[in-house]
């Protein structure tokens, strides 16, 4: 009885971390680049016995979302995989949202100011007209200046999330296969968040939640009953 409870109660924290992820999708279903985020559970060490022991993971959904067209020179969407590369102060970072500005010292940069890479460094812009080709090479007033870098990872799930954007976690950034992907000039790619589906989730979970919360009681109460009972006998 005690070990169905405790699964109850891991079902419960299950649901409520699946809550929280939903209420995220929910508030950047119209962030720029962002990528809805699920938990799941798996069984870990089988025993003998059969009894296992559950892990929660998280699963990033890295399908592509709609492009939209701004018409704003410096924004950029990528249809196909791979990710814009930024230099932060704590190292690359790796991002779908491609709204990017100009800095002061005329370097391509995020409307935060982190310089946007290239396959040689950040990316100068000295000039007035701004042209992005398909394949990322970037011309200021028709000159070649830089070319976008975009890579791919061999296994995106083992990126670390950080807010709209992730870091390497030991993986290995790869350039992408040009064939495969395609940059696209003012154009921005939206959230892949389906609003609709995600308060369908949000609705689920709820109800699980409660249907764990009420075997939790039910049981709770057999517990003492049984309990109970006990005592009484024990008296007689």
């Given at each position: ?27 950047n279903a119209t962030t ?57 102060p704590f190292g690359e ?47 200021v007033d028709g000159d ?93």
């Open positions: 009885m005690l070990r169905g409870i405790e699964r109850l109660a891991n079902d419960m924290k299950a649901r409520i971390v699946g809550q929280e992820l939903v209420a995220n999708n929910l508030a720029a680049g962002f990528k809805a985020q699920r938990a799941f559970r798996t069984l870990l060490n089988q025993s003998v016995k059969g009894s296992a022991k559950q892990t929660l993971r998280l699963y990033t959904s890295f399908e592509q979302g709609p492009i939209e067209r701004t018409d704003r020179p410096l924004d950029l969407a990528i249809n196909g995989e791979g990710f814009f590369v930024i230099d932060t970072r790796y991002t779908r949202c491609g709204a990017f500005t100009l800095s002061s010292s005329g370097l391509l940069t995020t409307m935060s100011g982190e310089p946007v890479l290239g396959s040689g460094g950040p990316i100068p812009i000295d000039g007035q007209e701004i042209t992005i080709g398909r394949d990322g090479t970037v011309y070649e200046v830089g070319t976008l870098r975009i890579v791919r990872f061999d296994d995106p799930q083992r990126l670390v999330r950080e807010g709209n954007r992730f870091a390497a976690g030991g993986e290995v950034a790869l350039p992408v296969n040009p064939d495969e992907t395609e940059i696209i000039q003012g154009a921005l790619e939206r959230s892949n968040v389906n609003p609709i589906d995600e308060m369908v989730e949000m609705i689920n979970l709820h109800r699980n939640f409660e249907t764990a919360q009420r075997s939790i009681r039910l049981q709770d109460e057999s517990a003492r009953q049984l309990i109970e009972r006990a005592g009484t006998s024990g008296r007689r």
